[in-house]
């Protein structure tokens, strides 16, 4: 069977995936090596399912530091035109 909008419809729920672990407090990294194959063959999986990304994810040291970054207003990354 066909299925349309295989990959946006994954990476939409990649991205809730991992805001719904931030906002539980966990750590995540995204790794998308190319080709994705060998993950494939590695957890014996069929030919039919292509993996996507892999997520580690846990709890970051007490003492990792984050960078403060802050978002952009608005009127920096949109333009508004009356029609």
Do not use: N, Q, W
């Not at 069977?1 to 990476?11: L, P, R």
């Not at 407090?25 to 996507?52: D, K």
């Not at 802050?70 to 029609?83: G, L, P």
């Amino acid at each position: 069977m066909k299925t349309y909008y295989a990959a946006e419809s994954v990476g939409i729920a990649v991205g809730l995936l991992i805001a719904a672990l931030h906002r539980a407090g966990l750590s995540t990294l995204t790794h998308t090596p190319a080709p994705m194959a060998f993950l494939r063959e590695l957890c014996g999986r069929p030919a039919t399912e292509r993996p996507y990304v892999i997520l580690p994810v846990g709890y970051a040291a007490p003492d990792c530091t984050v960078p403060d970054l802050a978002r952009k207003r608005i009127d920096e990354i949109a333009e508004f035109v009356e029609a």
